[in-house]
């Protein structure tokens, strides 16, 4: 995952006149490596609105911060003063996953816990390559793509996107599902798998993009709106 991707902040809290230096303020920071929520403490003075530096300060710090810090204190100058690993202080959200016996479009998936899952990195935000036991006991390794932010459009997306893609005839140019993810304790449909297939992204603008792609891209589009009537 890219370092500039890990955080994102939910904007600042401010206890009082946000023009106001001294007054009290707390950010909301989301980290994706971590899969949690942290709280960002200051003044107005250093986080001033819609900079998000919080996502700067906490990327110094996170690698060396205990799994159980919750929320950390920085000076006006950015430097860390104080740790707290208070449960009262956790603002991760709650998502309310659907349970698998519930859910009858599902009823003829394959499906794995996730604790049969084994975490090889994170390739993106919601987006882990991953290890898990294909046939006859053969490991191979899978894409486990989850959404853990209880956002409403974020968790729209990500339902449509495992029933489409578990129902798509296949073709050549569609990565193929592989199987819903279930938690462990009341087998909750938390996200999906498809085949790993590696090569890396177009996100390195030195990486040529050849016409051949361009093509491909366009029959799949083609494939989708014409003969299936998805709009992508």
């Known amino acids: 995952m890219k370092p500039q991707d890990r955080f994102f902040s939910e904007g600042q809290c401010y206890f009082g006149p946000g023009e106001n230096p001294l007054t009290e303020t707390q950010c909301d920071v989301w980290d994706w490596d971590r899969l949690r929520m942290v709280k960002v403490k200051g003044t107005a003075k250093l ?17 060396y911060l205990s799994p159980e810090v919750r929320a950390i204190t920085v000076d006006d100058n950015g ?34 816990q996730y604790s049969k899952l084994q975490e090889l990195g994170r390739l993106g935000p919601g987006l882990d390559l991953s290890s898990c036991e294909g046939e006859f006991g053969i490991p191979r390794k899978v894409a486990f793509k989850f959404n853990p932010l209880d956002k409403p459009l974020r968790l729209q997306m990500a339902w449509d996107e495992l029933n489409i893609l578990r129902i798509l005839p296949p073709h050549p140019n569609i990565v193929p599902f592989n199987r819903v993810v279930l938690e462990d ?15 890396g992204t177009l996100d390195n603008p030195k990486t040529p993009f050849r016409f051949e792609w361009l093509q491909q891209l366009i029959r799949l589009v083609d494939f989708l709106n014409l003969e299936l009537g998805i709009m992508y």
Do not use: C, H, Q, W
């Open 79 to 112: 430097l860390l003063v104080e740790v707290s690993a208070d449960p009262e202080e956790d603002d991760t959200p709650f998502v309310a996953y659907l349970p698998f016996s519930m859910i009858e479009s599902l009823a003829d998936s394959r499906a794995i």
């Open 185 to 199: 304790v009341e087998s909750r449909v938390i996200g999906f798998t498809t085949k790993y297939i590696p090569g």
């Open 47 to 63: 986080f001033l609105p819609d900079e998000d530096i919080e996502n700067t300060i906490l990327a110094k710090f996170a690698d």
